[in-house]
T-cell receptor, first 108, second 116 residues
Framework: GEDVEQSLFLSVREGDSSVINCTYT??????LYWYKQEPGAGLQLLTYIFSNMDMKQDQRLTVLLNKKDKHLSLRIADTQTGDSAIYFC????????FGKGTRLHILP | SAVISQKPSRDICQRGTSLTIQCQVDSQVTMMFWYRQQPGQSLTLIATANQGSEATYESGFVIDKFPISRPNLTFSTLTVSNMSPEDSSIYLC?????????????FGPGTRLTVT
């Protein structure tokens, strides 16, 4: 069945870049998403990439898609304390399948 | 964008009881979704709630355990029935809204349920 895998934890120093990785199994996914969940809040759509794209940049966020390897990554440049959250990778075919989320911890 | 509120935000319940979670959206939406987020797990879709018809449940979820109401286009409820500690989870309401270049999915803040 469909599955989305991502590492559960990532620690990064403030000011460095964060790279959160994700792998998925459904090659027919049309869109791939990154959601952010801050403590006590619902999920917020951060960015998305269409499956025929390799890269998408949006301010401090860069999404890279390797469709051959079914690998998606989210790079956050100049990581700030406000970036501390859980980041969910998700793929969409007929419905959205979420990963377990990567908890990003910012070190001072 | 859609603004979604949920009540209660959290609750602690005894096993065997039931809890009804409310979801209110600030605009009319056709489809509303209920998700469960168990500790350390990904979001799992419980059911899709359409106004004017019965909810559609995903594999592993049944109406007797998770009855859903959808009385109008801005409101839905999810009931967690005959609760057990395994039902301890965050329950999230979600909607699709038109966005560019396609529909975007918005989530409520969630209801954190602890069953003792």
């Amino acid at each position: 069945g469909e599955d989305v895998e991502q590492s559960l934890f990532l620690s990064v120093r403030e000011g460095d870049s964060s790279v959160i990785n994700c792998t998925y199994t459904d090659s027919s996914s049309t869109y791939l998403y990154w959601y952010k969940q801050e403590p006590g809040a619902g999920l917020q759509l951060l960015t998305y990439i269409f499956s025929n794209m390799d890269m998408k940049q949006d301010q401090r966020l860069t999404v890279l898609l390797n469709k051959k390897d079914k690998h998606l990554s989210l790079r956050i440049a100049d990581t700030q304390t406000g970036d501390s959250a859980i980041y969910f990778c998700a793929e969409k075919d007929d419905k959205i399948i979420f990963g377990k989320g990567t908890r990003l911890h910012i070190l001072p | 964008s859609a603004v979604i509120s949920q009540k209660p935000s959290r609750d602690i319940c005894q096993r065997g009881t039931s809890l009804t979670i409310q979801c209110q959206v600030d605009s009319q939406v056709t489809m509303m979704f209920w998700y469960r987020q168990q500790p350390g797990q990904s979001l799992t879709l419980i059911a899709t709630a359409n106004q004017g018809s019965e909810a559609t449940y995903e594999s592993g979820f049944v109406i007797d355990k998770f009855p859903i109401s959808r009385p109008n286009l801005t409101f839905s409820t999810l009931t967690v029935s005959n609760m057990s500690p395994e039902d301890s989870s965050i329950y999230l309401c979600s909607v699709f809204q038109p966005g560019l270049p396609h529909y975007e999915q918005y989530f409520g803040p969630g209801t954190r349920l602890t069953v003792t």
